[in-house]
């Protein structure tokens, strides 16, 4: 019985430290990671942006608008809700740096794993995508 304890041991501690050891991501690969980031949200934005301008006009002829815009400053100068806006900021702040080397883990078992058997497909999907997401949600106004 204790043999076999011991064996488990000896595979959860090569198993744990195989663990420890993420492939480091390519720089190149990084900098696509990041460029790619950027570019989605531009057309976040440029959306938002224009989803915005499309419904302020529509919300300031009706009477509910005026109701919803005064809830939302109420909303805004509420101390609980600045509060929590506040504590949802830091810890957001705080897990930037646990997201960050997660993100850098994921990258390099991609680079170091799919990339050599799926980078160039998923390269060229994005390529194929681009004009067309151009057209619903482009990211330069």
């Given at each position: 019985m204790n043999a076999k304890l011991v064996l488990a041991l000896i595979v959860a501690l090569q198993v744990?430290?195989?663990?420890?050891?993420?492939?480091?991501p390519d720089k190149e690969l990084v900098d696509k990671y990041e460029e790619y980031k950027a570019t989605f949200y531009k057309r976040l934005l440029n959306a938002y942006k224009r989803m915005?301008?499309?419904v302020?006009?529509?919300?300031?002829?009706m009477e509910q608008g005026a109701i919803v815009k005064e809830y939302m400053e109420q909303l805004q100068a509420d101390p609980k809700m600045q509060s929590a806006v506040?504590?949802?900021?830091?810890?957001?702040?705080?897990l930037g740096p646990v997201v960050d080397?997660?993100?850098?883990?994921a990258l390099g078992l991609?680079?170091?794993?799919?990339?050599p058997y799926i980078g160039q497909s998923l390269d060229q999907a994005i390529q194929n995508l681009k004009p067309m997401l151009d057209a619903v949600m482009p990211a330069d106004e």
């Open positions: 744990s430290t195989c663990l420890c050891d993420m492939p480091v915005q301008g499309a302020v006009p529509m919300a300031e002829g506040k504590v949802i900021t830091g810890v957001a702040g705080e080397k997660a993100r850098s883990a991609y680079g170091e794993y799919l990339r």
